[in-house]
């Protein structure tokens, strides 16, 4: 199986900041890697597919980049509604898989 | 517009089944293929069990492969999920959502989510 791990667990800033976050994977997945935005109570909303490419509707602050092992996801001008928590999944393998989340909060 | 609504969720004891349903509308269900993501209390999201758009392929987590059942039917839009020998770590929220695939698959719309609680 393939394991998501992503860096780091939480992360405190503010708005305006730029703030990047990092997922890796345990072998090789090409560019199968997407990210979710969930806010509490509500479900899961795409952000960002096949790596880079940004899901229509989702603002232009948000891009993300890399291959292979090593991604990352990064918001250029944190926003008031960017205080969520972010996942990463690979659907490299039929089995997908999910990083353990990054927590976006509030400094 | 593209919704999904799961139904189903509830409390049922230990080694207790439960069937979960999750409605299909405002596009063309038979032509994607679809998941189950569950989210246990304060936790992070796991993946549960895919099935491509015929259903004729299905896929299973680990923690949950020979006790849950994934199935589709086209002529009602509805997508299942049979849950039988259920653990307390089985209660979660059960969330359905549609795959879409440009360069690879990814889950591009979700459904509000049913709880289910395995308790005695």
């Known amino acids: 199986d393939i394991q998501m791990t992503q860096s780091p667990s939480s992360l405190s800033a503010s708005v305006g900041d730029r703030v990047t976050i990092t997922c890796r994977a345990s072998?090789?997945?090409?560019?199968?890697l997407n990210w979710y935005q969930q806010k509490p109570g509500k479900a899961p909303k795409l952000l960002i597919y096949?790596?880079?490419s940004l899901q229509s509707g989702v603002p232009s602050r948000f891009s993300g980049s890399g291959s292979g092992t090593d991604f990352t996801l990064t918001i250029s001008s944190l926003q008031p509604e960017d205080f969520a928590t972010y996942y990463c999944q690979q659907s490299y393998s039929t089995l997908y898989s999910f990083g353990q989340g990054t927590k976006l909060e509030i400094k | 517009e593209v919704q999904l609504v799961e139904s189903g969720g509830g409390l049922v004891q230990p080694g207790g089944s439960l069937r979960l349903s999750c409605a299909a509308s405002?596009?063309?269900?038979?032509?994607?293929?679809m998941s189950w993501v569950r989210q246990a209390p304060g936790k992070g999201l796991e993946w549960v069990s895919a099935?491509?758009?015929?259903?004729?392929?299905?896929y299973y987590a680990d923690s949950v492969k020979g006790r849950f059942t994934i199935s589709r039917d086209n002529s009602k839009n509805t997508l299942y999920l049979q849950m039988n020998s259920l653990r307390a770590e089985d209660t979660a929220v059960y969330y359905c959502a549609k795959e879409g695939y440009i360069s690879g698959y990814y889950m591009d719309v979700w459904g509000k989510g049913t709880t289910v609680t395995v308790s005695s």
């Open positions: 099935i491509s758009g015929s259903g004729g392929s299905t």
């Open positions: 405002g596009f063309t269900f038979s032509s994607y293929a």
């Open positions: 096949a790596a880079s």
């Open positions: 072998q090789s997945i090409s560019s199968y």
